[in-house]
């Protein structure tokens, strides 16, 4: 009895230590950068990306975000805790951090090195400075304002629409275009002209002209504030900010409202019956979304025009045929699952990418299907690099598996690609969230002298009995550079 109870309970744990073992081989590494960032922890997403031997792009990211976000934490620390506050993380950071006297106050920022790792135009360029010019127009210099608006004015704005409007509102009301240069101000005078135009933006007619001459500009809503400048007459000024109060004025009723004045950047507030609202210009706000679009197109694979009957458009292999699925109003490639073994359609990737967005969804059943797999490689001599699975509530590469909860809806996740020490790596997003991390590929790429890519399809030979059957819908990939 006693020799029963021992085989029993070392039974028990034994079954424990494998389930631990297996749920860690089969899931996900936690990713606990993005964890901490979206809890709000600044201190230990730094902290843990200076620790890393090898960050990627997106740790960079999220840590330059997270710096914005703690100098901006800093102004709202009591004035007696604020300077230990800032020494204690700088010890235990080693960045180092400077400090100004504004307005009666001490501001605090600390250096960011982490945001020149990331590539000039990217998406998470764009975002960063979005949030540095957001936050920073509480706690950095015009002069540092103007850095960053101007590389943001070298951004497309389409991906990051509604920030990158308020990173202009907000940077500007604190004196960001002071320091443009002539090119940076033309640009921006153009961009505002575009957003003026736009029913979705802050911006929308906000364009407006200066009646009246020698015009006082105040610092605040009231002439109660000081004079800060003059306006001659007939200036071209953009509405930042309305006071809500009403009144009259040299007869006219209205209200404050803070403009910005093209010419040389200044900033102030001016009674709106000097203001007469001005149409933007239509060319040049049409000229300017043909280029934002351009910028924001990337290669597109589709099922729209796809005919059932043949192999889709670009691929080549064995396809044995399937059916088109119309969900949400996007066309789709239906995949089942095989009784015994796949066959492979091939396509090969012409242009160069960083990320691979796909939109796939679950449509039935309850085993796993392969999505695509990348192949990779010199020309000639492609190897197996990312397999990508999923089931009715995950999605894996490589055997890393991440639970989504449901995937009968359609969704849309990105492949990012980034170099690492043992060739390269892959990172799955999924709503801006990299959900798994430093995944290899499954057999060593050589990148010396440029990797080809092709993706492929796996279409069964023979599909599975009725009962033991499953699917899945593939709507789209596109490859951002």
């Known amino acids: 009895m006693r020799k029963n109870f021992f085989v029993v309970l070392g039974a028990f744990f034994f079954s424990v230590l494998l389930g631990v073992l297996l749920w860690k081989f089969f899931t ?59 020494q204690k993380f700088s010890e235990k950071s080693g960045l180092t951090f400077s400090k100004r006297a504004v307005s009666g106050r001490t501001i605090y920022t600390f250096e960011d090195r982490f945001f020149s790792f990331l590539p000039d135009g990217s998406f998470l360029k764009t975002r960063a400075l979005c949030k540095k010019l957001t936050l920073g127009s509480e706690y950095e210099t015009a ?86 400048f003059q306006f001659k007459g007939g200036e071209t000024v953009f509405v930042l900010d309305r006071d809500s109060r009403t009144e009259t004025i040299a007869g006219k009723r209205g209200n404050w409202n803070q403009v910005f004045d093209l010419k040389n950047g200044a900033v102030g507030w001016i009674f709106s019956g000097f203001l007469k609202n001005a149409a933007p210009d239509v060319s040049i706000a049409e000229t300017m979304e043909e280029s934002f679009r351009a910028l924001d197109r990337a290669p597109v694979w589709d099922f729209e025009t796809w005919n059932e009957n043949e192999v889709p458009s670009g691929f080549q292999g064995e396809y044995h045929r399937t059916e088109k699925i119309a969900l949400d109003g996007d066309f789709g ?20 990418f960083r990320d691979l967005e796909f939109y796939v969804a679950y449509l039935g059943g309850k085993t796993a299907l392969p999505v695509f797999t990348l ?48 060739g390269l790596n892959a990172a799955l997003v999924l709503a801006e969230k990299k959900v798994l991390s430093g995944i290899d590929p499954l057999e060593r790429i050589q990148t010396d002298g440029g990797i080809r890519w092709r993706l492929c399809l796996s279409t069964p030979r023979e599909r599975a009995d009725s009962g033991d059957t499953s699917n899945l819908g593939i709507f789209q990939f596109k490859f951002i550079p």
């Open 143 to 228: 002069d540092v304002l103007s850095r960053y608006l101007t590389k943001l004015l070298g951004s497309n704005p389409l991906p990051l629409y509604k920030e990158y409007n308020q990173a202009i509102l907000k940077s500007l009301a604190a004196g960001s275009a002071k320091e443009l240069d002539d090119n940076g101000r033309n640009k921006l005078a153009r961009l505002l002209e575009y957003f003026s135009g736009r029913e979705d933006s802050p911006f929308n007619a906000s364009k407006a002209i200066v009646e009246g001459k020698n015009l006082n500009v105040r610092t605040g809503p009231g002439t109660e504030n000081p004079i800060a």
């Open 333 to 352: 490639i239906v995949l089942h699952s095989s009784q015994n073994k796949y066959d492979l359609m091939c396509r090969t990737i012409e242009e160069p």
């Open 375 to 422: 192949f990779a490689g010199s020309p000639g001599d492609l190897q197996k690099a990312f397999e990508i699975e999923m089931d009715s509530e995950s999605i894996s590469i490589n055997r890393n598996r991440y639970i989504t909860g449901d995937n009968f809806s359609k969704k849309k996740f990105r492949l990012n690609l980034q170099n690492a020490e043992n």
């Open 28 to 86: 996900r590494k936690t990713d606990s950068v993005y964890k901490n960032f979206s809890k709000g922890n600044w201190e230990d997403v730094v902290l843990e990306v200076l620790k890393k031997k090898d960050p990627d792009l997106e740790d960079y990211s999220y840590a330059s975000l997270s710096l914005a976000e703690f100098n901006s934490y800093l102004l709202g620390v009591s004035a007696e805790k604020r300077e230990k506050t800032a």
